[in-house]
Each structure stands twice: as C-alpha cells, then as structure tokens.
C-alpha cells in the first residue's frame, strides 16, 4: 500500500508539473503581445536650432506680439483719413416737407398786427452735395503721423524683445534640461560604483576578512543612492516642463534635448567696454525706454500746439430743390440752376476758452518726458553694471570649471586608489565611502561648473542683447 501511495503521489506530482508547464507557456505568450504594446515610443531628439524655431512659432507670448503688428496697417489707413487728410461727408438724399401758419406779423415800424392773411404756408426742398471740412493747428498733421509712427515702431520693438526674451529662456531652459540629465547619468553610475562596493564587501565577508557591519553599510549607501537617483530623475523630468511650457506646442509629445558642444573659452579676450557699447544700442529694455522717450518728447510737441490758432477750411459742392408745396420732395432731377457751392476760411484762438487746462497739460508733459529722461539714464547705468557683472561671473564660472576639473582627476584616482587599499585591507570601510563621496561630489561640481558657465554667458547675452559668440561657437 506504501509502494501505490508512492506511485500515486508522484503521479499527482507529474500532473501538477504539467498544469504549471501548460500554464506557464499560456502566461508567456499572453504576456509578449502585452510587453510590446506597453513599450512607449521612443522620445524624439530636439536640437536647440528646432527648440527656437519651434518656439518662434508656437510661443503665446510672441504669437500675440505678432497678432499686434496687425494693427500697425489699419491704423495707419484710420490716421490718415481722420487725422490728416481732410473729412469728407457725403449727402446723398436730404428731403423734407414742412408747413407754417403765422398768424401775427409785424408792421412796416416793427410792432405786431395781425396777419390778414393767415393761411397755411407748405413748402418742400430736396439736397444732394459733397462737404470737405480740414483743420489745421500748428503742427497737428505731422505729429499725428508722427505719432502713428511711434505706435508702429513700438509694437515691432516688442515684437524683437519678446522673441530674444522667449530665445534666451528657451536656451537656458534646454541647457537645464541638459545639465539634469548629465546629472542623472552620474547619479546611476554613482548607485552602480556603490554596488560595485556591495559585492566587494560581500566577497570579503564570504573569505571572513570583513565584518557583516560592512555589508549592511554598503547596503544602506546602495539604497540612499537609489533615493538621489529617484530625486534627479523628478528634477530632470521638471525641467523637460519647463522647457516644453516655454516651447507652447502642447501637441509636441516625448522628447529629449540633444546635447550640443557647449561653450568653453577664456572670457579674459572679451572687451567690457565693447560689450557695454553693444548692451546701449541693443538692449531691448533699453530700446522700449528710449521709444518711451521719444514718444513723451512728441507728447510736449503736441501739448504745445494747442496755444497756435485753429484754421478750418471747408468746401460744399452740391443742389438744393425747393419750393412750395410737395413738387420738391424726392426731386432727384439734375438742373444746372439748383447747384450751390461755397467756400469758408475760419480762424480762431481756442486757447482763452481752455487757457489753464492747457497750461497744466503742457507742464505735465514736460515732467513726463524729464521723468522719462532720466528713466532711461537709470536704466543705461543698470544696463552697464549688469554687463560688467556678468562679465565678472563669467570669469568666476570659468576659473571655478577650471577648479573642479582638477578636483575631478585628483577625486577619481583617490577612489581607485581607495578601492584598492580596501580589497587588500588597508582601509575600512567607512574611510572607503567617505573617499568615494568625494569622487562622487567632484562629478556633480564639474557639471554644475559646466553648465554654470554656460548660464553665466546666456545671462552676459541676454543683457548684452545679442550673442557674445557666434553662432557657430554654440
């Protein structure tokens, strides 16, 4: 009974190995086809060139700025015709009928009798004509062409500054989402070094030339490491956002920066003065100030104008049909004796009736444009420290990537030589890490050093108005 017990039992066993068999190979070819269709399409590579253009196209910002410039057209057109050109009314039917019973009248001496012949009087008239009607004050036709021409120019000059706000946020948002990556890639290659660290310790553990205190440290630093990759994935993913907030294309999908030569050089060849020359005339801040300028100084012109005489010349040309009765109503006949035209020439000083006003507006506008003025001065003073700052920081970057290069080389052949010192069993454990944290350090700084000197030459462009390098050097 044992023998058929056991012979059962291992028919049972074989039966439950062939439903796991059969089970398993089901649960492999349901699982391949739901692989694959989980599998994401892979990012798309972005280079900096299709960032910006890209960015031109799509930003809100700059798109509104060059639906403005549709309003520099119409404009212009509605200046000239309400401002300039003379005011043109065209009466194309003008009839009426009307009726008047007076029954007191004056006499020959003006006193008042009464009419003997009081009676309906009825009459009716029908006009056609063409009125031109053109003021003229001092200068006004010029300053308001003048001044269509000041809005023109302004909403071009936002136009350019919000296109190189919107490339120098687009460039530092992509060189961010650079510099997160390649901190990324370090974050991984440290948490791989770190169980490198592991298995050693675990193979000097198995020879008992180590204690079990070092294996279970070298298991906390792989899972704190674990952590700070975790945490760099997050910021690299944040600055993927950012960058795809300041392109505006929502329908763009996954993509990845690709990673252009960055920018290396010894700023000591730049010439500050040079570059405060070019932030002067380039700045677009300092551009929009300089139209507020201009702008302000044609705002006295106009303020001044209103003290000159007001000329009004008006033409009429056209018919007038009247008479008694109805004959006149809807009279569209053409006869030569009906035509009337006129010419007036009217010259007046409006300035006694609003003599204070204009006085206190005249005055605004001066301190306006002093205000202005000095606005400005302000801002060419800022304008000039900002350059000659950033110059500063950029030498600093510069000196500090030189810095932590050497601090790079000298970190790695200590951790090589740390690692060696542990497996021959030199140096414990703990001495081993904080050697390795070193190492591990000094490839964070020599990326922030990086990219913390190309920050410091796009904010040295940016204030600069224009690119300190060219274009090529990118």
Known sequence: MRAAGRTGERGRRRLRSCFASVALSLGTIWAVPLTLAAQETPPGELTLEEALAIARNWNPGVRQAEQDLALNGVEARATWADQILPRVDLNLLRTGFAGNLTRRSTDFFGNPIENPGADWVFNSNTSQGITLNWTIQGSNLFDARARQSRTNLNRRLRLDAAAWELEAEVRSRFFDALEQRELLAVEEAIRTAREVDLESARRLFQIAQRSRVDVLTAEVQVERQELNVQEQRRRYEQ????????????????????????????????????????????????????????????????????????????????????????????????????????????????????????????????????????????????????????????????????????????????????????????RTFEQLQETVTQEADARRQIIQARYGFVDALLELERVVGGRVLPPSGF
Not at 294 to 318: D, H, I, K, M
Not at 319 to 336: I, M, N, P, W, Y
Not at 402 to 426: D, I, P
């Open 239 to 426: 600055a993927l956002l950012l960058l795809g907030t300041s392109l505006g294309n929502s329908e763009m999908g996954a993509f990845h920066p690709a990673a252009p030569e960055l920018p290396s050089f010894d700023p000591a060849g730049l010439d500050v003065d040079v570059l405060v020359e070019r932030a002067l005339g380039a700045n677009p801040s300092l551009q929009e100030s300089e139209g507020a300028v201009a702008g302000a100084r044609l705002g006295v012109r106009e303020a001044r104008q209103r003290w000159f005489p007001t000329l009004n010349l008006s033409y009429n040309y056209g018919r007038l049909a009247q008479t008694r009765q109805g004959d006149a109503l809807f009279d569209l006949s053409l006869d030569e004796r009906e035509m009337q035209s006129s010419f007036a020439i009217i010259l007046s000083l409006p300035m006694f009736n609003t003599y204070f006003r204009d006085e206190a507006d005249e005055v605004r506008a001066r301190v306006d444009l002093e205000n202005r003025r000095e606005a400005l001065r302000e801002q060419r003073l800022e304008v000039e420290r900002q350059v000659r700052t950033e110059l500063i920081n950029l030498d600093n970057q510069h000196r500090s990537l030189a810095v932590a290069a050497r601090s790079l080389e000298l970190a790695g052949e200590a951790a090589r030589l740390a690692r060696e010192e542990y497996r021959l069993g030199t």
